[in-house]
């Protein structure tokens, strides 16, 4: 009886989603150090749509505000083929602890700000479920259009850990179509 409880036990821990247990939250997460304003200078990813389109991406902006019950506002700016500026507007809802987030709208049933220096860089993990589909995001914040190398060290140390593997990721190219949320 024993023995069948605890094999039971492995195997509901070894098909629980992978990457969930491993993915840290940024000690002291500080909402107030993290509004502003960031560029998305890398990404990585298995969602087969961002891999599709990859190659013609260029680097968003977001603008964030943290609300007072712990939730954050956020205004992306996506760059288009065509010139201009897509502008969403979104809510990630605070989760179990600080740092950690979700936004229904999007399908991101979990965000989380796993390592912020909060003046250069931000690495954020993110897990949507579309269709029964999981897909699994890493996204390079940086507070400027350039690629911060402790930033970019951190993603690449934690996409292994998240299933993610170098040929799933990509460096956004600059883009000045929509500065203007910056500015917002």
């Known amino acids: ?21 491993q993915v840290p939250v940024q000690a002291d997460f500080d909402a107030s150090q993290f509004q502003g304003a960031w560029y ?13 389109s ?34 969403v507007d979104m809510t990630f809802t605070k989760g179990a ?14 965000i989380r700000v796993v390592y912020t220096d909060y003046t250069h860089y931000a690495v954020l993990y993110l897990e949507t479920q579309k269709e029964g589909v999981r897909s699994i995001w890493l996204q390079l914040f940086a507070r400027s259009p350039e690629l911060f190398p402790e930033g970019a060290q951190k993603m690449q ?7 993610l593997n170098p040929s799933q990721g990509a460096l956004m190219p600059k883009s000045d179509q929509c500065t203007d949320v910056l500015s917002q």
Do not use: E, I, Y
């Not at 009886?1 to 247990?21: D, N």
């Not at 505000?65 to 083929?81: E, I, Q, R, V």
């Not at 140390?157 to 299933?163: E, F, I, N, T």
């Open 97 to 110: 602890v600080d740092g950690q987030f979700s936004n229904a709208a999007m399908a991101q049933t979990d």
């Open 40 to 52: 998305v200078v890398g990404a990585a990813s298995d969602d087969q749509g961002f891999l599709d």
């Open 157 to 163: 140390q934690l996409a292994p850990q998240v299933g």
């Open 54 to 87: 990859r190659d013609n991406l260029k680097m968003p902006v977001v603008f964030v505000t943290a609300l007072a019950n712990g939730d954050l506002a956020l205004k992306f700016g996506h760059p288009t083929p065509d010139g201009g500026c897509q502008k």
């Open 1 to 21: 009886m024993l023995q069948a409880l605890l094999t039971a036990s492995l195997l509901s821990l070894l098909w629980a989603a992978p990457g969930r247990a």
